[in-house]
């Protein structure tokens, strides 16, 4: 049986979420008993969709969203176990895998301040903040990685607004914490699912309406590919 982009996706994932780092292709060739010449063509073909982000030299696991391999901004904690996120809102997507308590540390706007944000019962208990998202969706995917890298935290739209003209990045859409996390719940709730597959555009046009993201920055063309 040909092994599909869901339970390559979800072996991935657990591994994740049992170990803090991404599984190597001996490791999953192992677990899922194909040699590694059929685990890395699996893993090449999954990024083309979209699902994982490879190392360019090596072709090892580099991201699978919302999970970093490499060091980042965000840091998730939860039971003694920690993880990279890529951006505010995976460290979000993480916590909601988890489905525990977590803390997520991280420095507003990239830069200095460094801030505590606290997940329990379900809920922000921290003080609200804001999360940017400066770059399209339709971009979203052009350099995942720098994408990733500019959806930071900020403790208010104006601390966003100075941010911006600091760095010449164009402003995007600012939302509260709280929703993105609402949001990150719903978008990653599925992605242990071995039966996963990316949303399509309709499916994820359908989940920002729902969530109120309705700014330009979140607009998604009509198209049969997945996002």
């Known amino acids: ?15 994740f979420i049992d170990h803090g780092t991404a599984p190597s292709i001996e490791q999953l060739s192992r677990q899922l008993a194909l040699d590694e010449a059929m685990v890395a063509d699996a893993l090449r073909a999954l990024a083309d969709y979209h699902g994982v982000v490879l190392h360019p030299t090596t072709g090892e696991i580099w991201a699978m969203h919302p999970f970093s391999a490499a060091p980042t901004l965000f840091w998730v904690e939860s039971g003694g176990k920690g993880w990279w996120g890529n951006c505010a809102w995976c460290s979000l997507g993480i916590v909601a ?10 420095r507003l706007g990239g830069e200095v301040a460094p801030v505590t944000l606290r997940i329990e019962n379900g809920a922000v208990t921290s003080p ?5 998202f400066p770059i399209p969706m339709t971009k979203a995917w ?7 890298s500019t959806m930071l935290v900020f403790d208010a739209p104006t601390a966003v607004d100075d941010w911006c003209v600091r760095h010449a990045i ?7 914490l709280s929703n993105v996390w609402a949001f990150a719940q719903a ?9 996963w597959t990316k949303w399509s555009t309709d499916e994820a046009r359908v989940l920002f309406e729902r969530f109120g993201l ?14």
Request: with cysteine; glycine share 8%; hydrophobic share 35%.
């Open 214 to 227: 309705t700014s330009p920055t979140w607009a998604l063309p009509a198209t049969s590919e997945r996002f």
């Open 1 to 15: 049986m040909a092994l599909t982009h869901g339970a390559l996706h979800s072996a991935i994932g657990r591994h």
């Open 142 to 148: 052009d350099n995942v990685t720098y994408t990733c």
């Open 97 to 106: 895998l988890l489905g525990a308590d977590a803390t997520i540390t991280t």
């Open 128 to 132: 609200e903040y804001y999360v940017h």
């Open 170 to 176: 164009q402003r995007g859409d600012v939302q509260p």
């Open 187 to 195: 978008w990653y709730g599925r992605h242990l699912d071995p039966h």
